[in-house]
C-alpha cells in the first residue's frame, strides 16, 4: 500500500482535466470582453449603446463648426412644395439648384451653379432652367429655358426685351445697373452713396445676426438611427427637430436688429416695444400650434464631422390657418453635400450683355418719398412679417 503522503502530492500536484477546461473557457470570456472593450473604445464597432460614442448635441455642434470651416463645397438642393384643395392638385413647384461654392478669399466669394424650376397648375407647366455665376460682387446667369408666356410677351416688347435674343446668353446683374434702370434720369450719384451706406448697414446686420444666433441650441435631437454610408463615408444619422422655445426668444432680437439697421421712421417708444413684444408673442404661440413639430433628418460624417446630407418634409393643415380653406400643402427638401474642399474653377463668362443692353427703355417712376410720422408698428392693424 502507497503512502498517504504521496498520494496528496500526487493529486495536488497534477489538476485535474475539468479545472483545465474551467480556466481556457474564463481566459476566453476576459479576451472576450477586453477585446469588445477595445472595440468599442475604438468604435471599430460602433452601435447606438456604445458607452463611448458621442452625443448627437456634440456631434452637431462640432459640425457647424467644421462647416464653417470649408473652403469649397459642393452642394445639391430639391425642394417640392405641393398644394391640394381635397383630393385635387391645385399646384406643385419643383425647384432644383447645383452649386459649387469657392470661400477662399472672404472679400471675393466665388460659386457657379445650375437651376432648374418649375410651375404646374390647371393642366399647365411652365420651365425656367439656367445656370449663374457670382465672382465677388459680380452676377452673371443664363437662361437656357425660358417658359412660354404669352400674356406676358406685350409687356415685354414695351420695355424693348426680346425675350428669344436672351436666351442661352450670359446676361452680367450688378445692383447699380439695376437701380440706373428703375430710376432712369432719376439716379444720381447721392443716391449711390445712400446705396453704399445701406449695403455697409446690410452687412454690420448680418454680423450682429452671427452674433445673435452664436451658441443657441435651435433644434432638439429627436432620434439616433442606425449609421449609415453614404457615397462610401459612415454617417450619424439623426432626426432633428426645431427648439421652438429657444426660438421664440430669439425672434424678437431679431426683430430689434433690423429695426436697428433699417430705418423706416422714428423708432419705436418703450411703450410700443413692450406691446409689440407682447403680441408677437401670442401670434407666434398661435403660429407654432398651427404648424405643429418641424423636423429633419441630419447625416454627419463620422470621420469628417461634415455635414453629408439634410431631408425635411412637412405637411400643413391649411384648414388650421383658415377654417373656410380645405387643403394641404407639402414641403419637402433634399440636400447633398459633397467635393468638401476641392479645387473649384470659377471664371467670369468671356462674352455678356450687361442689364442695359437687355431694357433698351428706361423706367422713370416718381421719387419715393414717406411721411415722417410714419411708425414702425401699426399695431391696431397689423403687426409685420405677416403676424395677424
Known amino acids: 500500500m502507497e503512502p498517504i503522503e504521496e498520494k496528496i502530492q500526487i493529486s495536488v500536484g497534477l489538476p485535474s482535466k475539468k479545472s483545465k477546461v474551467i480556466k481556457i473557457i474564463a481566459g476566453i470570456i476576459i479576451l472576450g470582453i477586453v477585446g469588445i472593450g477595445i472595440a468599442l473604445y475604438s468604435r471599430a464597432w460602433d452601435p447606438l449603446w456604445n458607452p463611448f460614442r458621442p452625443e448627437p448635441e456634440k456631434v452637431i455642434e462640432e459640425m457647424a463648426i467644421k462647416m464653417g470651416e470649408l473652403k469649397t463645397v459642393h452642394s445639391e438642393t430639391k425642394i417640392d412644395i405641393e398644394a391640394k384643395e381635397d383630393t385635387k392638385e391645385a399646384f406643385k413647384i419643383s425647384m432644383a439648384f447645383g452649386s459649387d461654392s469657392d470661400n477662399t478669399n472672404p472679400k471675393n466669394p466665388k460659386s457657379v451653379g445650375d437651376f432648374n424650376m418649375a410651375l404646374a397648375f390647371e393642366g399647365m407647366q411652365f420651365s425656367l432652367v439656367g445656370e449663374s455665376k457670382v465672382i465677388g460682387e459680380e452676377f452673371y446667369s443664363k437662361l437656357t429655358t425660358i417658359p412660354a408666356l404669352p400674356f406676358l410677351e406685350p409687356f415685354f416688347e414695351i420695355l424693348g426685351i426680346d425675350l428669344s435674343g436672351i436666351k442661352n446668353q450670359w446676361i452680367k446683374i450688378d445692383e447699380v445697373q ?120 441630419f447625416w454627419i460624417g463620422k470621420k469628417d464631422m461634415l455635414l453629408h446630407k439634410v431631408k425635411g418634409e412637412k405637411e400643413i393643415d391649411l384648414s ?62 397689423k403687426i409685420p412679417f405677416g403676424f395677424y
Open 178 to 297: 439695376l437701380m440706373r434702370i428703375l430710376l432712369g434720369s432719376l439716379y444720381t450719384s447721392e443716391i449711390e452713396e445712400e446705396m453704399q451706406k445701406e449695403k455697409e448697414k446690410q452687412e454690420e446686420m448680418i454680423e450682429n445676426l452671427k452674433s445673435l444666433l452664436e451658441g443657441k441650441r435651435l433644434y432638439v435631437v429627436k432620434r439616433e438611427f442606425l449609421d449609415k454610408e453614404i457615397k462610401d463615408e459612415k454617417t450619424y444619422h439623426y432626426l432633428v427637430a426645431l427648439n421652438e422655445k429657444e426660438v421664440k426668444k430669439i425672434i424678437p432680437e431679431l426683430y430689434k436688429i433690423l429695426i436697428s439697421t433699417i430705418k423706416f421712421g422714428p423708432p419705436p417708444t418703450e411703450e410700443q416695444w413692450k406691446e409689440f413684444q407682447e403680441k408677437l408673442s401670442i401670434e407666434l404661440d398661435k403660429s407654432f400650434e398651427k404648424l405643429g413639430e418641424i423636423t429633419a433628418e
Open 320 to 381: 388650421k390657418f383658415d377654417k373656410t380653406k380645405k387643403g394641404k400643402i407639402t414641403i419637402k427638401i433634399d440636400m447633398d453635400f459633397s467635393n468638401f474642399n476641392q479645387p473649384v474653377e470659377v471664371e467670369a463668362p468671356e462674352e455678356y450683355k450687361t442689364l442695359e443692353e437687355i431694357f433698351k427703355i428706361p423706367f422713370f417712376p416718381p421719387p419715393i418719398s414717406y411721411s415722417p410720422e410714419f411708425e414702425y408698428f401699426p399695431l391696431e392693424s
